[in-house]
Every structure is written in structure tokens, then in C-alpha cells.
């Protein structure tokens, strides 16, 4: 476990170490974020969302990817929820209680330990673009232009930087089009999104089913 917490560490300072040397803009808080500030405080407000996502999930020991199809839907109050269709059926919530996930088992927490949990983990305030929630844990480039945008986060602690790699937003207009996170070339996962719907009610029942 020691060697495997020091291959994470050096695989994280190497993360952090390359990030002073990526293309694109160094956000900040306030004055610091240019031009950007307005799209992100524009994707900030979107509120609601709904959306079909395709998972790709590559690993060194796996000659092709694992394909997983849903449906993305986030709560400004409830969090964030994936709803997996393909290939099995179950719903990876995670809110400011933690990670749970709902299956024909029933309802449990996640240990937050994995890639991917702490994937979905992050996913949270990202989606939300809570940039002053963000601020303190990664560092921030933007690239492209409002219109057409990427965003990268690495996280500043090595430790976790090795665990989760460095995580890419991809964009057009209000519309989050693409996501990665890379902790290596042949271990990452990339999420397509699909025509997003913003500001759409949840029922009660969709609630309880996709929430917490």
C-alpha cells in the first residue's frame, strides 16, 4: 500500500508540475478570470439540467474501452445524479452528504477511495461551476473562446492529483459537449454529453428516484 500511495504521490507532483506549462489562461477569483467571467458565471445560474451521456472507461489491462450509456440530471439543491442504462441499470448520486448508489440491491454509500468515485466525487461542484469552491483545491486554466471553451482542472494536492488526474471541460456556448478525466493516457474516462435541457423541473417521484 506504501509503494502504491508513493506511485500516486510522484504521478501527482508530476500532474502539478505540468500543469504550469499547459496552454491557455490561469483563472483566479475575481479580477483574475478576464474575459471568462461572465460565461462562468453564466453556466453558474443554468440551474436545473437533464442530458444523455455516453461513458467511455479506458484501462491499461482492457484492449477496448467500456462503453456505459445514462442519463445525467443535476439539483442545484440535490446534487448531481447518473442514471446508468447500459449495460446494467443503476443511479451514482453524489451530494453534500457523499456518494450513493441505488441498484436492484437497494441504496448504499460508496467508498470514496476509487477513480471512479472521486470522479463523480468532483464532478459535483464542476458541474455547478462553483468556481470559489474550486479555487482552493485546483488550479484552473481556460482556453478557446467564450463560445467555443475548455476548462482544465488539476488538483494541487499531489496525493489526489495521482488518484483522480487532471480533469478536462469541454463546451459550447452554455452547453457543457464533453468531459475527461486522465490520470494517464491508457487509464481515463471520458463522458459525452448529449443536447442538454437547463431549467427543467424534477417531480417529487423523480426526486426520490434519482436523488437522495
Keep these: 500500500m506504501k509503494l502504491l500511495r508513493l506511485a500516486f504521490l510522484s504521478l501527482g507532483l508530476l500532474q502539478v508540475a505540468?500543469?504550469?506549462d499547459e496552454p491557455g489562461m490561469l483563472l483566479g477569483a475575481g479580477a483574475d478570470e478576464g474575459e471568462w467571467k461572465?460565461?462562468?458565471?453564466?453556466?453558474?445560474?443554468?440551474?436545473?439540467?437533464l442530458a444523455p451521456?455516453?461513458?467511455?472507461?479506458?484501462?491499461?489491462f482492457r484492449r477496448e474501452a467500456m462503453q456505459l450509456e445514462g442519463t445525467l440530471r443535476i439539483s442545484p439543491?440535490?446534487?448531481?445524479?447518473?442514471?446508468?442504462l447500459k449495460p446494467d441499470a443503476n443511479v451514482l448520486i453524489a451530494d453534500s452528504s457523499g456518494?450513493?448508489?441505488?441498484d436492484?440491491?437497494?441504496?448504499?454509500?460508496?467508498?470514496?477511495g476509487s477513480h471512479q468515485s472521486g470522479a463523480v466525487a468532483a464532478l459535483l461542484p464542476i458541474m455547478r461551476f462553483d468556481f470559489p469552491a474550486l479555487y482552493p483545491r485546483f488550479l484552473i486554466r481556460a482556453s478557446g473562446t467564450p463560445a467555443a471553451w475548455k476548462f482544465q482542472f488539476i488538483p494541487k494536492d499531489p496525493e489526489v492529483a495521482g488518484s483522480l488526474g487532471q480533469i478536462t471541460v469541454e463546451g459550447v456556448g452554455n452547453d457543457v459537449t464533453h468531459l475527461e478525466f486522465r490520470r494517464s493516457a491508457k487509464?481515463?474516462?471520458e463522458i459525452e454529453v448529449g443536447a442538454t435541457r437547463s431549467g427543467v423541473p424534477f417531480?417529487?417521484?423523480?426526486?426520490a428516484q434519482f436523488f437522495r
Aim: proline share 8%; charged share 25%.
Design 18 to 20: 505540468r500543469a504550469a
Design 38 to 49: 461572465p460565461l462562468i458565471a453564466s453556466l453558474a445560474a443554468k440551474g436545473t439540467l
Design 53 to 60: 451521456f455516453t461513458e467511455l472507461r479506458f484501462f491499461p
Design 77 to 84: 439543491e440535490r446534487g448531481l445524479s447518473l442514471q446508468y
Design 99 to 102: 456518494l450513493l448508489l441505488k
Design 104 to 112: 436492484r440491491r437497494g441504496a448504499r454509500e460508496m467508498p470514496a
Design 187 to 189: 487509464q481515463r474516462i
Design 203 to 207: 417531480t417529487p417521484a423523480e426526486l
